[in-house]
Structure formats: structure tokens, C-alpha cells
């Protein structure tokens, strides 16, 4: 995945420094999971951000389009910027304040400003699915991805959708 990363995240700076080794450990004690390879991947790469490929295809409808989920930005693995995985907009924010349901970690923002959100569920064993959570009705759960590398080699610009 590390040779295609410019795919996926606009040429922006990450919302976080590369996060080291201890730091990751740090984080998936906080979260209580541990995280994809994947995602640990995409992070020693480019720490969260901004995605220039902005939409997953889907299977089954959602409220956002028939056939797709928009996609805003992945979150970093830390805690100092606002949207990484334990900063002030980060996991716990949208289980507590937003009210959506503790099934993993909250980890990609959408263009719905918190109204939907994309999660790492991991209520099954093993690797975590990828799943759609809409807030605006009644947080239903719609899986997406059997897993995050398939999710992030799965992305598309909007405008493939227009």
C-alpha cells in the first residue's frame, strides 16, 4: 500500500508527525483494539488527512448515495490534532457526545460534518470490517469493507459518481 499512499491522500501535510512505534502501542491501549496493519502502514507514510480519492463504492444503499459513501479525511493515529484517533474530535468525542454506538473506532470523517462517519468494527473476531454509521437514522450500521486495506485500495474520486 506505502508505494501508492499519493493516491489516496491529497498532497497536504499530515495531521500528525509519523507516529513511532511506542505512540502506536500508546494509542491501541487508550482505544482498547489494535489497530489494521493497514492503517499503521498508511500512517508511517502520511499520518492522516485529507483524501484526494473521496468515495467508496458500495453494494447496498445508504442515506448519503445509492451506490457510494463519501469519504472526507482519515484520522491520525495521536492525540495533539483535532481529528486523530484520541485527540479532541477523535474516537471517544463521537461515542460520547454524538451519541454513536462504542463498535470500534471512528476513524474517516465525511463530508456530513459528524452526521455519518466511517468505523473500524470490531463487535466480530479478527481483522475489523469497515462499516457506514448514519447518525440521522438511528445510527443504522451498513457494512462497507470486509477490512481496511480493502476499503483504502477500494477508493475513488467523487466524480466518478457526478
Known sequence: ?????????????????????GLVQAIEVELGVRLPAAYVDLALVHNGGDLARDAYP???????????????????????????????????????EWGYPDIGIYFADTPTAGHDMIALDYRSPGEPSVVHVDQEVGYQITPIAPDLATFISGLVPSADFE
Not at 500500500?1 to 512505534?21: A, D, K, N, W
Not at 447496498?60 to 485527540?87: E, M, N
Request: proline residues 8%.
Open 58 to 96: 458500495t453494494q447496498v444503499s445508504t442515506s448519503w448515495a445509492p451506490d457510494h459513501v463519501g469519504v472526507k479525511a482519515i484520522a491520525a493515529i495521536g492525540r495533539t490534532a483535532p481529528f486523530s484517533l484520541c485527540g479532541e474530535f477523535g474516537n471517544r468525542f463521537w461515542i460520547r
Open 1 to 21: 500500500m506505502q508505494h501508492s499512499i499519493g493516491l489516496f491522500l491529497e498532497r497536504t501535510i499530515p495531521y500528525e508527525p509519523v507516529p513511532q512505534l
